[in-house]
Structure formats: C-alpha cells, structure tokens
C-alpha cells in the first residue's frame, strides 16, 4: 500500500504526516530522516489498528502541485 504524506520543513526539522491515518506523525532532522520515521510509524500504526481490530484505511489522498503566477 502507499500512503500520501505530507513533509513541512521547519526552521531545524522536518515534519511528516500521513491525510489517510490521523495521528500518524513523525519529525527529524533531515528529508530522509523523516520519511525513514514515517515509514516506521506507517507500518506501526497499521499494526496498532490491526491488533484493536480495527479497519484499516484504505490509502485515498493525492497529492500534486499547482502553478500560480506570482503576486
């Protein structure tokens, strides 16, 4: 399965979300810490869900970039 997630670089980190899974949040110090800590909290997010029995949601958010002129 693949999940969207969203990256938003801070002033000395990066953050990491996933639309699909409330909760599922992850923050490093580089790109590629974060999506090695999303990725591990994808996978343990999927399991929590699964071991309380619950449904596991089915990946449906997109993403894409849009061009704007600028102001």
């Not at 999303?38 to 999927?46: K, P």
Request: aromatic letters at 8%; proline letters at 6%.
């Amino acid at each position: 399965m693949k999940y969207a997630v969203v990256i938003e670089k801070g002033d000395a980190s990066f953050g990491a979300y996933v639309p699909d899974l409330p909760g599922c949040i992850a923050v490093g110090e580089t790109r590629d810490e974060v999506l090695t800590l999303i990725r591990e909290a994808i996978e343990f997010h999927l399991e929590g869900l699964k071991e309380e029995g619950q449904i596991v949601p089915e990946p449906l958010s997109e993403a894409e970039y849009v061009e704007v002129a600028s102001a």
